[in-house]
């Protein structure tokens, strides 16, 4: 009761003041106005303290199991774990938007505080954006779904947590994906901020830079640890299904993607300025749209969102934010035309414009089949489209970006001289041996044998360029890996870009590899019974049942070789009777062994056997995606100094 | 201004690829969704996806790999027979969309069967019960 008050309080009085900040932010950036800049950015720091203040509340309010409020009932109960307990701060609606308000004014205020140095009347405006948008998350908790709402009577325990969402997997991805999404408000806040104040350089892209790294950081995390979690928990034998909701996590990753590379072009040519503008808009509407789309139950999905009074308040703020952006857009179009337009196709900055267009188009093929039953049920009967239509359509743009992953490193900034085959040398040697191992070894899936050998043509591509490398340090840095280690801590950004390519490759021959080649068979076995499926023999040896606290498991064993996997179905009477599947799994480099226990029938089991190869690879992959953010990351852009040397056939000096 | 040409007419090239593709992917793939009812009432020809709700006449058999059931929405009601795993929340009450055709023998044979899964924004409780 006391907690839920305070909450409450903090809340209104945090959005007395990014109101107040977003209003002097404009007026500070109208009038160049250093006083009121400053004032405007401590308004925006206060507004954050208070989110801290009210999240600290709402966990207080959780961990002190307070059942006064709402939030606290619906999403706890007194048996959950500590832990749990925590998560299910960001686990509800109320709480994710809370979380969500919480982390975009503590980025907020960092990139206000280090930007204010820099430019006054960028960083003003900025500020009025960001405060706009806080605000926005602000009304809604205050007036429409708030985490400290009460209840009439006060009950003894929560509902609890569905224990399909008991799960590690379950407990991370979200708050890495929600926190991808508001540390790209930044970026956004920035380019809107150039916009109104008139500025077309590239200052705001490098102070930016950072933000936008870091956000595109945390949505792969978020994205390879909701693949991680569907596939060990749902028991379906994949990682990725398609769904609305997956497709809303999908589509600002693309165009955060597309906006990482196309702003390399401007910080170092100049030119597309309007694009760049553009795609940050875009990417930042992306992830408003997407929230929508969750959050409105507009859209058939497997996943039953509760009905939520929150879909016409993100589609107002969706229709007002792609008001402003395109006001502010229009209103500088006439300026926005690039001094230096693209020389040559066959270029590092033609090859960037080329990925950009293929992730749009991408990313418009993702909205296209998301939105079509929004679409064709205005019209007339509901149309869906299913993992069919996602293949048909992409697979054709993934092939041309994995070629682009294998060439686009290669070429020098303006235009290319010389031959390319004399370019591409290696990385056909590379394509052609893997299509020989792969023919040699009877492959004959046409998917596998485009896809595989321009993955290997890729890794050849990011090998050479650390293979020249190391060749420079040992020549003019002296003797390594000491010298190793100082080419690589002076070029962080482009040894960071080029160890996330190689993750990306990697997850790249994951999915490919599990899609082309999965096997499954559905059987029902008897004790001793086997059954065979790709390579691989399982023997049915028996099964168990025994009571675990609050559930029962049935745990049926297989002999795999000289291991045991044990799937089981576990029964929670307290929760009506509702069943889970634990899969076992058995994991090599070469392929995972997934066996679901689908039922029992007399001493008999029913199980799914998948053979999913190279799966493995996909989380290896995500990791090395994520090592090469890091470490391009944490090098500051002003200390960026190129030492490496120049691509082959380069025409021009570096800058 | 010739170089401006000769990008916008790429562009054009490679927006013209893309509406392809996606206008014959989505040609080919796309189905119609819809309830038990609504199907009833407009006929189906081809691979529909359907969502009803689970009746009381659930029949499992080869262990659980084999289900046979009734689906019901908007006052109307269809058999269904599905082969393959059955997702853990199934029961009678909860929503499945099932994806397949209508048989000559005047069965919906799906070839995938889903259920209304869980989210995270509701509770425990709230699985399970019908809510139609």
């Known amino acids: 009761m006391v907690l839920a008050g305070l909450g409450s309080a903090f809340l209104l009085a945090s959005l007395a ?46 961990l002190t199991r307070d059942f006064t409020v709402a939030y606290v009932f619906e999403h706890s109960d007194r048996s959950l774990s500590i832990p749990l307990t925590a998560a299910a701060f960001y686990g509800g609606q109320e709480g994710s938007l809370l979380y969500w308000a919480l982390l975009l004014s503590a980025m907020g205020s960092v990139s206000l505080a280090a930007g204010a140095a820099a430019s006054v009347r960028l960083t003003a ?45 379950m407990l991370i991805h979200p708050p890495f994906l929600l926190a991808g999404y508001s540390a790209f408000a930044v970026p956004f806040a920035f380019a809107i901020a150039a916009l109104l104040a008139g500025r077309q350089d590239a200052a705001w892209v490098a102070h930016t830079r950072r933000y936008a790294l870091v956000a595109w950081g945390l949505q792969s995390v978020g994205l390879t640890l909701g693949m991680w979690w569907a596939y060990h928990v749902l028991g379906w034998g994949g990682y990725w299904g398609w769904d609305p909701v997956e497709n809303a996590a999908l589509m600002p990753w693309l165009a955060t993607t ?12 100049g030119t597309l300025r309007a694009w760049n503008f553009g795609l940050v808009i875009a990417a930042f509407l992306l992830t408003i749209l997407g929230t ?133 040398r290696w990385q056909l040697a590379g394509a052609a041996l893997v299509l020989a191992a792969l023919l040699a070894g009877g492959v004959r899936q046409p998917g596998a044998l485009v896809a595989l050998p321009l993955v290997a043509a890729g890794l050849v591509t990011c090998l050479l360029e650390y293979g020249r490398g190391a060749a420079f ?107 889970l599947t634990r899969v076992a799994i058995r994991s090599t480099p070469l392929d995972d062994v997934y066996v679901v226990l689908a039922g029992a029938d007399g001493d008999g089991v029913a199980v799914t056997v998948f053979v999913n190869p190279l799966v493995t690879w996909i989380w290896v992959g995500g990791a090395l995606l994520v090592a090469g953010v890091l470490l391009g990351n944490l090098v500051r852009p002003e200390a960026e100094v190129e030492r490496a040397p120049a691509p082959v056939g380069a025409t021009a000096p570096a800058r | 201004m010739r170089a401006s040409l000769k990008w916008l007419g790429l562009g054009v090239v490679v927006a013209a690829c893309v509406g392809y593709l996606v206008v014959s992917a989505t040609g080919s793939s796309a189905e119609y969704y819809q309830t038990v009812g609504e199907m009833r009432s407009h006929g189906s020809s081809g691979d529909v996806r359907v969502l009803g709700t689970v009746q009381n006449d659930v029949v499992r058999t080869d262990g659980g790999l084999h289900v046979r ?24 009450g909860i929503q499945v969309v099932v994806d397949g055709r209508m048989g000559s023998d005047g069965v919906f044979h799906a070839r995938t069967l889903e259920a209304k899964c869980p989210s995270k924004f509701s509770s425990a409780q709230s699985q399970g019960t019908p809510t139609n």
């Open chain 2, 69 to 92: 059931f009734s689906a019901a929405q908007d006052g109307q009601t269809m058999p269904v027979d599905y082969r393959g795993t059955v997702p853990d929340i199934f029961k009678p």
């Open chain 1, 125 to 169: 405006y900025a500020n009025a954006v960001l405060a706009g948008i806080v605000a926005f998350f602000l009304v809604v908790m205050v007036f429409v779904a708030s985490p400290f709402a009460l209840l009439p009577v006060t009950p003894t325990d929560g509902l609890g947590l569905n224990p399909l969402l008991r799960d590690g997997g």
């Open chain 1, 258 to 269: 597309a906006y990482i590379h196309s702003a390399q072009v401007q910080e170092r040519r």
């Open chain 1, 292 to 424: 929508f789309l969750v959050r409105s139950g507009v859209l058939p999905s497997v996943h039953s969102f509760a009905v939520s009074p929150l879909g016409p308040w993100f589609f107002g703020f969706l229709v007002a934010a792609v008001a402003v952006s395109g006001a502010a857009l229009a209103r500088r179009s006439g300026q926005l035309r690039s001094p230096v337009p693209v020389e040559a196709a066959a270029s590092r900055e033609g090859a960037f414009l080329l990925q950009n267009v293929l992730l749009v188009a991408l990313t418009a093929a993702v909205l296209w089949g998301t939105l079509l039953p929004l679409i064709s049920g205005m019209t007339g009967r509901e149309l869906v489209v299913g993992a069919p239509y996602y293949e048909r359509a992409g697979a054709p743009i993934m092939l041309a970006l994995l070629a682009l992953l294998a060439v686009g490193p290669l070429l020098p900034w303006r235009r290319v001289r010389g031959g390319w085959l004399k370019l591409l």
């Open chain 1, 17 to 62: 003041l990014v109101v107040l900040s977003a209003g002097v932010g404009l007026v500070a950036g109208r009038g160049d106005d250093h006083r009121l800049a400053a004032v405007g950015r401590r308004a925006f720091y206060a507004g954050a303290a208070g989110l801290v203040g009210a999240s600290a509340v709402l966990l207080a309010a959780l």
């Open chain 1, 473 to 579: 340090a040992r020549r003019l840095a002296g003797p390594w890996p000491a010298a190793a280690v100082r080419v690589l801590g002076q070029n962080r950004r482009r040894y960071g870009a080029y160890l996330a390519h190689f993750g990306i490759l990697v997850v790249a021959a994951g999915l490919i590899g599990s899609h082309v080649w999965q096997q499954s068979r559905e059987v029902t076995l008897r004790p001793g019974e086997s059954v065979t499926v790709g390579a691989h023999t399982l023997t049915y040896e028996g099964m168990a049942s025994r009571s675990a606290g609050d559930h029962d498991e049935l745990v049926a064993r297989l002999r795999l070789g000289d291991e045991t996997l044990e799937p089981a179905r576990l029964t929670y009477p307290s929760l009506g009777g509702q069943a």
